[in-house]
């Protein structure tokens, strides 16, 4: 069983920065996604950015340039470091995990994922 634990969030003004962190237990071995979503009030879950195994990255046309995704595999931990955030940036922040078919790739769909975290609130304020 796959458990992920995010932490960071918070509170910031416009401008500012903050990094998210997901920490993997019981991990999917081999090939396999990890991605961040958020979701703001009455809208739909978002995919952010994604990264496989072998540090390939995908990104949301919204978050290029700002957001930055990573990983550290000898921790089992994957980072979201979002600078220059915005108001529209405001909401609950998910982490999530899938396995990677042969040749697939990690699109930001969160339909796909099957593993996921518990919600980290990120508020910007302008």
């Known amino acids: 069983q796959v458990q992920l634990v995010v932490s960071g969030g918070g509170s910031v003004q416009t401008g500012g920065s903050l990094r998210l962190s997901c920490a993997a237990s019981?991990?999917?071995?081999?090939?396999?996604?990890m991605g961040w979503f958020r979701q703001a009030p009455g809208n739909e879950l978002q995919g952010v950015a994604s990264i496989d195994e072998g540090g390939i990255t995908h990104a949301a046309a919204s978050v290029k340039g700002r957001f930055t995704i990573s990983q550290d595999n000898n921790k089992n931990t994957v980072y979201l470091q979002m600078n220059n955030l915005r108001p529209e940036d405001t909401g609950l922040y998910y982490c999530a995990a899938k396995p990677r078919l042969l040749a697939g790739t990690c699109a930001i769909n969160a339909n796909s994922y099957t593993n996921w975290g518990q919600g980290t609130q990120v508020t910007v304020s302008s």
């Open positions: 019981g991990v999917i071995s081999g090939r396999r996604c």
